[in-house]
């Protein structure tokens, strides 16, 4: 990833915690493309781009651990679409950077660990019994998607703009299996106690889905997003909380939770990410693809 930007860290837990930046001069809708970016507009841009992208790849890459494992074969063809469609979403933005100079190996596959930004919340792995644990974490990713994606449908930025759309489509899709699977846990008193322990403990992560981390105030002065973090937040917590709690959860007060000490978007992980990374990079490098196999001879 290019360096930090250091002169914006002061503001960026300013505007988490519910400030502004001044954004009278921010670029129009759809206006800006490659060729416009500012250098210090480039570094925001890419700080974005990296968190929608690593948020959805490594969600996608947990998801895949549950290939067979669902507890119906529908739900498994479902859980897999869901994986599948967001490594396409992360596809998007991958490509994106990679039109900014990015090679898809800086990307992912030798991308340092600690430069990785996505939340905590999609590196957890699944508890032993985990289907409840599934249910409740795509829940919370999913609402929290839509609202990042239709907070970018009005970006300064027109090449982002062209694939919100797509995107946004899809999540819907997402929400409403993690809501039928949580009407059909919730009815049973078992199953809902699982739900909640999956609550209790992927809870404190997700809120690590609206942590700043670099570039927060660039990317809303130069009009990549113009929401704030602190009212997606809200927005958020105004959905999820009363929506857990109709299916008889209690929902953490989220400003009294234990936070964890790794908060994702500014490249500090929990151990689990560690051995993810490993797992899903190992064919990258046992086949070395600097000098990738031939499939016939030439003359074949």
Same mark, same amino acid.
């Given at each position: 990833m290019s360096g930090s930007d250091d002169a914006t860290d002061g503001d960026a837990e300013r505007v988490a915690d519910g400030g502004t930046t001044d954004e009278t001069d921010a670029p129009a809708v759809a206006s800006l493309d490659r060729g416009?970016?500012?250098?210090?507009?480039?570094?925001?841009? &890419?700080?974005?781009?990296? /968190? *929608?992208a690593d948020d959805e790849f490594v969600h996608a890459e947990r998801l895949t651990e549950w290939q067979i494992y669902a507890p119906?074969?529908?739900s498994d063809l479902a859980l897999a679409n869901v994986?599948?469609? &967001?490594?396409?979403?992360? /596809? *998007?933005?991958?490509?994106?950077?990679q039109e900014l100079g990015y090679s898809e190996e800086e990307c992912i596959w030798r991308r340092p660990a600690d430069d990785w930004t996505h939340a905590t919340l999609v590196e957890r792995p699944f508890a032993d019994d985990g289907w409840g644990d599934v249910v409740v974490r795509t829940y919370l990713y999913d609402v929290a998607e839509r609202i990042r994606l239709e907070a970018l449908v009005d970006t300064s930025y027109a090449p982002?703009?062209?694939?919100?759309g797509k995107a946004l489509a899809e999540e819907e899709y997402h929400r409403e299996h993690a809501l039928s699977w949580l009407e059909r846990l919730a009815s049973d008193d078992e199953a809902r106690g699982r739900l909640q322990a999956a609550l209790d403990d992927l809870f404190p992560h997700a809120l690590s889905l609206w942590y700043p981390g670099d570039h927060?105030?660039?990317?809303?002065?130069?009009?990549?997003?113009?929401?704030?973090?602190?009212s997606m937040r809200e927005e958020w917590l105004d959905t999820v909380v009363p929506t857990l709690e109709g299916y008889g959860l209690v929902v953490p007060e989220p400003d009294e939770?234990?936070?964890?000490?790794?908060?994702?978007?500014?490249?500090?992980?929990?151990?689990a990410w560690v051995d993810l990374r490993e797992a899903f990079t190992a064919t990258h490098r046992e086949v070395d693809f600097d000098r990738p196999a031939r499939l016939r001879g030439e003359e074949a």
């Amino acid at each position: 990833m290019s360096g930090s930007d250091d002169a914006t860290d002061g503001d960026a837990e300013r505007v988490a915690d519910g400030g502004t930046t001044d954004e009278t001069d921010a670029p129009a809708v759809a206006s800006l493309d490659r060729g416009d970016l500012t250098p210090e507009g480039q570094v925001a841009l &890419e700080g974005l781009l990296f /968190r *929608l992208a690593d948020d959805e790849f490594v969600h996608a890459e947990r998801l895949t651990e549950w290939q067979i494992y669902a507890p119906t074969i529908e739900s498994d063809l479902a859980l897999a679409n869901v994986a599948q469609d &967001e490594f396409g979403h992360a /596809r *998007l933005w991958y490509d994106l950077l990679q039109e900014l100079g990015y090679s898809e190996e800086e990307c992912i596959w030798r991308r340092p660990a600690d430069d990785w930004t996505h939340a905590t919340l999609v590196e957890r792995p699944f508890a032993d019994d985990g289907w409840g644990d599934v249910v409740v974490r795509t829940y919370l990713y999913d609402v929290a998607e839509r609202i990042r994606l239709e907070a970018l449908v009005d970006t300064s930025y027109a090449p982002l703009a062209d694939r919100v759309g797509k995107a946004l489509a899809e999540e819907e899709y997402h929400r409403e299996h993690a809501l039928s699977w949580l009407e059909r846990l919730a009815s049973d008193d078992e199953a809902r106690g699982r739900l909640q322990a999956a609550l209790d403990d992927l809870f404190p992560h997700a809120l690590s889905l609206w942590y700043p981390g670099d570039h927060e105030a660039g990317i809303r002065t130069a009009g990549f997003r113009r929401e704030s973090l602190a009212s997606m937040r809200e927005e958020w917590l105004d959905t999820v909380v009363p929506t857990l709690e109709g299916y008889g959860l209690v929902v953490p007060e989220p400003d009294e939770v234990t936070r964890p000490e790794a908060r994702g978007r500014d490249g500090s992980h929990t151990d689990a990410w560690v051995d993810l990374r490993e797992a899903f990079t190992a064919t990258h490098r046992e086949v070395d693809f600097d000098r990738p196999a031939r499939l016939r001879g030439e003359e074949a």
